[in-house]
């Protein structure tokens, strides 16, 4: 057997239970009060507090031979030949077929 609200056995007794608002739980003497703790800085955070700065001198040297090397691999991927269009068959279509009608 469901058990019912408290709401389904009393409509008054319902509206007495529900607070008119969070200040009336918190501290109804006083309402709402700002925090008074510190917030969170980068301090607080392991990374930046175990970052260690690396130099960047060979970015642009790395850049170039990364340009490079993406180059020779599109221009031996076209040289080799090997432009076969995919098959259209998958093990998932293989071992899987749709269930049907019986």
């Given at each position: 057997?469901?058990?019912?609200?408290?709401?389904?056995?009393?409509?008054?007794e319902?509206?007495?239970?529900?607070?008119?608002?969070?200040?009336?739980?918190?501290?109804?003497?006083?309402?709402?009060?700002?925090?008074?703790?510190?917030?969170?800085?980068?301090?607080?955070?392991?990374?930046?507090?175990?970052?260690?700065?690396?130099?960047?001198?060979?970015?642009?040297?790395?850049r170039?031979?990364?340009?490079?090397?993406?180059?020779?691999?599109?221009?031996?991927?076209?040289?080799?030949?090997?432009?076969?269009?995919?098959?259209?068959?998958?093990?998932?279509?293989?071992?899987?077929?749709?269930?049907?009608?019986?």
């Open positions: 057997v469901p058990m019912k609200a408290h709401s389904a056995r009393s409509p008054v319902a509206m007495t239970a529900r607070s008119h608002s969070m200040k009336d739980l918190a501290r109804p003497d006083k309402g709402w009060e700002a925090s008074k703790a510190p917030g969170w800085t980068r301090s607080n955070c392991e990374y930046t507090s175990n970052f260690v700065s690396k130099p960047l001198d060979a970015a642009e040297v790395n170039q031979l990364g340009q490079l090397f993406a180059s020779n691999a599109q221009q031996s991927s076209a040289a080799s030949g090997n432009n076969l269009p995919l098959g259209g068959e998958t093990t998932n279509k293989q071992y899987y077929q749709s269930p049907t009608r019986a």
